[in-house]
């Protein structure tokens, strides 16, 4: 979507509050927001998906508030809940009324914003989960589908309407297709599948979710599958470095996971959105997407999903040098995977084991400055199953990272060397970001002879001895 620009005058730039284009609302983070009722959230979202971002300290000004209160506002767990603040400050940016859970015309000041909103809790017999599949994408538009596909708000009806039926046999083998392009993807790297993939959910799976007429139960299976499908597609277009294309895939996953109130694989693909963020050196919202899948895997109680969610929190943390809930996070990872039992775990999470949750240990560690304890994990992350050859190569390199921050060159080499042989099987983009982090690490022993061959190794297989 093309975001309304923000042009800056002379001296102290303002934030651009005319009206913003009405597709600007409908964005995942902005509905995020509205959905947990939390106004900071939705702040932070109003800045960051402005382009250019708006800064905490442009959007103080314009409320009359200070940077620190901004700050504190959309980090804190708890929403604010003074309701003439809430309805000024909607007012002074000119947030739609329609996707609010407040009213503009509130005459009672002292109100709290969520006694005020539709559907509360507590009004009647529904329940919280009817309330959060009721409201969940009533006014979502996320975008266009996979590389030019239509809408899903135009392309994918609500569970119970009309349409042609759909049995199980057909989820059945959507399913299959789904376990292939996983080994596929596991072992030979998102370049390999992808279009196959795509074409595949075009002539397929698209027909099945606009023109069928099944059961609940059907349709609940054949939309929950169709997400593992759309997440597939945007691992592998992140793999491949098409980010945009992967985030939409992802955004579509979630969406349909959520459409027939899927929580628990709405919370795996927080967690996935968590672990890019990372991987692009965004804390903030790796943290946001980590701790939202956290809590709906303990309100699902799966263990599994919660050391996941747990880890992909501990690593945004650790980018952010916050030590202590670092290592809390890290702390409830190890104790939610004590509690996995695998006939309670989804087929989905299988690829959940000690060597996985190792890797994921080590990444955090090692951002924490902490490269002894992150070695003995990225060590324990090799003993892994066969058939993940892309995942081999990602712990070879994290051991090859965090053995050159502890200056072991001897080890780190021949480590960044099988990395690299690793790699050239691998169809990775994101495998040249690993190694060129190894190289990074090892520039202060660039005198070396065997780093000095490995360097020339690596400028030929095109891996930059810097980070990219």
Not at 47 to 60: C, G, H, N, T
Not at 147 to 166: C, F, H, M, R
Request: neutral net charge.
């Amino acid at each position: 979507m093309d975001r309304q620009a923000r042009t800056a005058s002379s001296g102290r730039r303002q934030p651009n509050t005319n009206k913003l284009p009405a597709d600007f609302w409908t964005q995942l983070e902005i509905q995020q927001a509205c959905r947990e009722r939390h106004f900071g959230r939705l702040l932070k979202s109003w800045r960051e998906l402005q382009d250019p971002p708006v800064k905490q300290s442009e959007l103080a000004t314009t409320l009359g508030v200070t940077q620190g209160q901004v700050s504190r506002i959309e980090r804190n767990p708890q929403p604010p809940h003074n309701l003439s603040k809430l309805i000024s400050w909607a007012k002074t940016l000119d947030i739609p009324e329609s996707i609010l859970w407040f009213n503009f015309d509130d005459s009672d000041s002292t109100a709290c914003a969520f006694t005020n909103a539709p559907d509360r809790i507590g009004d009647d017999d529904t329940s919280e989960e009817d309330i959060r599949r009721r409201e969940l994408f009533k006014t979502i538009g996320v975008g266009a589908a996979l590389l030019g596909t239509d809408t899903l708000q135009e392309s994918i009806p609500a569970v119970g309407s009309n349409y042609n039926k759909v049995g199980m046999e057909s989820v059945e083998v959507m399913r299959e297709y789904a376990r292939m392009f996983r080994r596929l993807d596991n072992r030979f790297g998102g370049g390999h599948s992808l279009k196959q993939l795509v074409y595949y959910l075009r002539t397929e799976v698209q027909d099945k979710l606009t023109d069928t007429r099944a059961s609940s139960t059907v349709s609940y299976e054949l939309f929950s599958t169709a997400a593992e499908l759309y997440h597939l597609a945007g691992w592998m277009s992140y793999d491949i470095g098409e980010s945009q294309q992967g985030h939409r895939a992802l955004t579509q996953a979630l969406a349909l996971s959520q459409q027939v109130g899927n929580q628990v694989y709405a919370a795996e693909l927080l967690a996935g959105m968590s672990h890019q963020f990372s991987h692009f050196r965004d804390p903030d919202n790796a943290i946001d997407r980590a701790l939202t899948a956290k809590n709906g895997a303990k309100i699902n109680n799966v263990p599994a999903l919660t050391a996941e969610a747990a880890v992909m929190a501990a690593h945004g943390y650790a980018q952010e040098g916050d030590r202590r809930n670092c290592i809390i996070n890290l702390q409830e990872a190890e104790a939610a995977y004590a509690r996995i039992r695998p006939d309670d775990t989804p087929d989905w999470l299988g690829y959940l084991d000690s060597a996985y949750l190792s890797a994921k240990f080590g990444h955090a560690l090692k951002d924490l400055g902490e490269p002894a304890q992150a070695e003995r994990f990225a060590r324990q992350s090799l003993h892994m199953s066969d058939g993940y050859d892309r995942g081999r190569m990602f712990n070879t390199a994290l051991l090859a990272s965090v053995l050159a921050d502890q200056g072991n060159i001897d080890e780190a080499v021949p480590a960044a060397t099988e990395a690299l042989q690793l790699a050239s099987n691998v169809r990775s983009v994101r495998s040249k970001r690993y190694l060129s982090d190894v190289a990074q690490r090892l520039q202060p022993y660039k005198s070396s002879t065997h780093v000095q061959q490995l360097f020339k190794q690596m400028t030929t297989h095109q891996i930059p001895l810097q980070r990219v």
